[in-house]
């Protein structure tokens, strides 16, 4: 049985991933596309570096393509946030990616995107595994046929309005005066040029490890933690970069080695560049996390006078509440983040051009900035108790009452305790008394007193 998880229909290859259950997925969005009748435009098709993965997606094409649906294929791998960058640039109902993201090697998958680009919801997920368990045949057309007659179309420079946007986003002026030193552990995936040839247009030295295609990821998993992470440590370490960058399989998880070795993790990547955005450039509004992602979120945008929002698990509902509160940023603590005005989803791509243009505006290291958002955070909250003293509203102080109640009682019960204990003792030394006929002089002292 085929089912979509939070991020797509994931299977091991060879057992479930197999052509015919990709080719009865591909027959569920067609079904899906006719019933919502959103045939007229075209679906793209795009496809990671694993094994299988450009099979697979010629498989899905053949059978859009049979089904009278115009389908946009792509000559090379894409990362996952370029397909949903052209789906909400293009004004296209449906999107495909065939990826299984960071999960192991013997795994691959398909994820489906709707309109502007964002996450096939819930409901859609559901109608598509409906639809899928009613297939009983599926046809579809020869792909190098369906390309002659027009049917399959490969876009031309499809990278060219990702790469530009998010130029557009960064202050690029900044990169080019810093001039960084970054090295990129591409983990063998499909982010790879998009980011070569943003942070080359800034003047920026960028070397790249692991660009090779492997199916087999170099024996990690292609995920960027801080296990998967140790040769970019030693590299970043020994080659005197200034931080090194790592990205997931298909380029929606990001991953930061610090000048000194020092892995810098999803939640602390999500707060640095909330604290950033607000702070450095001016932005006002909320950020969004969800349940398992840190909670400092919530401190950082207290100290602002703004709200963090907590929502499930599952990107598409971060993205759901960036829109409903225009929100600064959300994340998650798994390594996926999107900033307001961008896609509606994880893009690696555009996150590690901003936290490097954080690190050139800045003049600080992650970890220094990490150091500087603690002071300030603590500093905004000295000032916050000071103000509501000021005004008088003893919210502090009505605060502090209870748990100076607690110490009262604990204080008590705690003297109780130590008056029983010195009782005791004295009775058994007036017993002892008694029984060895000895005169004994039984006395204890209890808070300076002598009993």
């Known amino acids: 049985m085929i089912k979509f998880g939070t991020g797509g229909w994931r299977a091991v290859i060879g057992s479930d991933f197999i052509e015919s259950n990709i080719r009865c997925v591909a027959a569920g969005i067609l079904a899906i596309a006719r019933k919502e009748n959103k045939?007229?435009?075209?679906?793209i098709v795009g496809y990671d570096r694993r094994f299988l993965s450009v099979d697979a997606a010629k498989w899905v094409a053949e059978v859009l393509a049979k089904g009278g649906i115009e389908v946009w294929f792509l000559n090379r791998s894409a990362?996952?946030?370029?397909?949903?960058?052209?789906?909400?640039d293009k004004g296209l109902h449906y999107g495909i990616e065939v990826t299984a993201s960071h999960n192991p090697a013997n795994y691959n998958g398909i994820k489906l995107f709707t309109d502007e680009g964002r996450d096939a919801?819930?409901?859609?997920?559901?109608?598509?595994?409906?639809?899928?368990?009613?297939?009983?045949?599926?046809?579809?057309c020869d792909f190098d046929t369906a390309v002659?007659?027009?049917?399959?179309?490969?876009?031309?420079?499809?990278?060219?309005?990702?790469?530009?946007?998010?130029?557009?986003?960064?202050?690029?002026?900044?990169?080019?005066?810093?001039?960084?030193?970054?090295i990129f552990d591409t983990m063998h995936g499909s982010g790879t040029y998009p980011l070569l040839v943003i942070f080359y247009t800034a003047r920026c030295?960028?070397?790249?490890?692991?660009?090779?295609?492997?199916?087999?990821?170099?024996?990690?998993?292609p995920a960027p933690s801080e296990k998967s992470l140790s040769n970019l440590k030693n590299a970043v370490v020994n080659g005197g970069?200034?931080?090194?960058?790592?990205?997931?399989?298909?380029?929606?998880?990001?991953?930061?080695?610090?000048?000194?070795?020092?892995?810098?993790?999803?939640?602390?990547?999500?707060?640095?560049l909330y604290y950033y955005l607000v702070k450095y450039k001016g932005w006002k509004g909320a950020v969004v996390r969800n349940l398992a992602t840190t909670h400092m979120l919530d401190k950082i945008a207290e100290s602002f006078g703004e709200k963090c929002y907590e929502v499930p698990v599952g990107f598409k509902y971060i993205s759901s509440k960036i829109d409903e509160v225009d929100a600064v940023l959300g994340g998650e603590s798994s390594g996926g983040l999107t900033v307001r005005g961008h896609i509606h989803g994880k893009d690696s791509i555009y996150a590690a051009s901003l936290f490097a243009e954080m690190i050139s505006v800045t003049s600080m290291s992650p970890v220094e900035i990490m150091k500087d958002l603690e002071c300030s955070r603590e500093d905004a909250e000295e000032v916050a108790k000071m103000e509501m003293k000021a005004k008088g509203l003893k919210r502090y102080e009505q605060a502090e009452k209870p748990r100076k109640k607690v110490e009262r009682e604990r204080?008590?019960?705690?003297?109780?305790?130590?008056?029983?204990?010195?009782c005791k003792n004295a009775i058994d030394d007036y017993v002892f008394s008694l029984i060895t006929k000895t005169e004994t002089e039984i006395s204890f002292e209890y808070n300076d007193e002598k009993y």
């Not at 919801?121 to 579809?140: A, F, H």
């Not at 790592?246 to 999500?270: P, Q, S």
């Not at 204080?411 to 010195?422: G, M, N, R, S």
């Open 39 to 43: 045939t007229e435009k075209p679906i």
């Open 79 to 88: 990362p996952t946030p370029l397909i949903m960058h052209t789906v909400k």
């Open 121 to 140: 919801g819930v409901e859609t997920t559901s109608l598509l595994e409906q639809l899928i368990e009613e297939i009983d045949e599926v046809e579809y």
């Open 148 to 182: 002659s007659e027009g049917k399959i179309i490969y876009l031309r420079n499809p990278f060219n309005k990702f790469i530009d946007d998010i130029i557009e986003l960064i202050d690029m002026n900044a990169l080019r005066e810093r001039g960084l030193r970054v």
């Open 205 to 221: 030295t960028i070397d790249t490890m692991n660009v090779n295609k492997d199916a087999y990821f170099g024996g990690v998993m």
């Open 241 to 272: 970069y200034d931080f090194g960058i790592a990205m997931d399989g298909d380029g929606d998880r990001l991953g930061i080695i610090d000048r000194d070795g020092t892995y810098i993790n999803a939640n602390e990547i999500l707060c640095m």
């Open 411 to 422: 204080k008590v019960d705690e003297d109780k305790k130590k008056l029983l204990e010195l």
